[in-house]
């Protein structure tokens, strides 16, 4: 694993630590009528996406994440953002970038797509080496013509 993984692996026990914290101390969790307020249910979402990424990369998780890597993680803004990369991103000679829509969360759900992703390309592949072996197939049937007599 490259060094970006374990260095962003580190902080999320911290963050997930911090987030709970701040989640049972927030003063307006509901409104008047019982429903949780904008600030909190925004709280709670982070939350979630916490929980989520250091699921996915829990070593002891029997569903953690096998092959990915936790790029980036930035806990700043209003909204947790993190870049999964999957393989070898560093050695790679072409990288595909999937950048999911704005309202998309840090969740098991981009795991489950990068797989989708894996998988169709890997078929892809496999598909090109059967269409590669019949062309080499055709092709060596063609070279060896039958002599007519």
Same mark, same amino acid.
């Given at each position: 694993?490259?060094?970006?993984?374990?260095?962003?692996?580190?902080?999320?026990?911290?963050?997930?630590?911090?987030?709970?914290?701040?989640?049972?101390?927030? /003063?307006?969790? +509901?409104?008047?009528?019982? !429903? &949780? *307020?904008?600030?909190?249910?925004?709280?709670?979402?982070?939350?979630? @996406? %916490?929980?989520?990424?250091?699921?996915?990369?829990?070593?002891?998780?029997?569903?953690?994440? /096998?092959?990915? +890597?936790?790029?980036?993680? !930035? &806990? *700043?803004?209003?909204?947790?953002?993190?870049?999964?990369?999957?393989? @070898? %991103?560093?050695?790679?000679?072409?990288?595909?970038?999937?950048?999911?829509?704005?309202?998309?969360?840090?969740?098991?759900?981009?795991?489950?797509?990068?797989?989708?992703?894996?998988?169709?390309?890997?078929?892809?592949?496999?598909?090109?080496?059967?269409?590669?072996?019949?062309?080499?197939?055709?092709?060596?049937?063609?070279?060896?013509?039958?002599?007519?007599?």
């Amino acid at each position: 694993m490259n060094v970006r993984h374990q260095a962003n692996v580190i902080w999320l026990p911290i963050m997930q630590a911090e987030i709970d914290k701040e989640v049972q101390n927030y /003063k307006n969790k +509901q409104d008047p009528w019982g !429903d &949780n *307020t904008p600030g909190y249910e925004m709280m709670l979402q982070r939350q979630r @996406d %916490i929980h989520a990424l250091s699921t996915m990369f829990d070593p002891d998780h029997p569903e953690r994440a /096998k092959g990915h +890597q936790l790029l980036v993680l !930035d &806990n *700043t803004g209003k909204h947790l953002r993190a870049a999964i990369g999957t393989g @070898d %991103i560093d050695g790679a000679d072409n990288v595909i970038v999937n950048t999911p829509g704005m309202d998309t969360g840090v969740t098991e759900e981009i795991v489950d797509t990068y797989d989708e992703k894996r998988n169709k390309l890997e078929s892809l592949a496999n598909l090109d080496q059967a269409v590669q072996s019949i062309i080499q197939t055709v092709s060596s049937q063609k070279q060896r013509r039958p002599e007519r007599a």
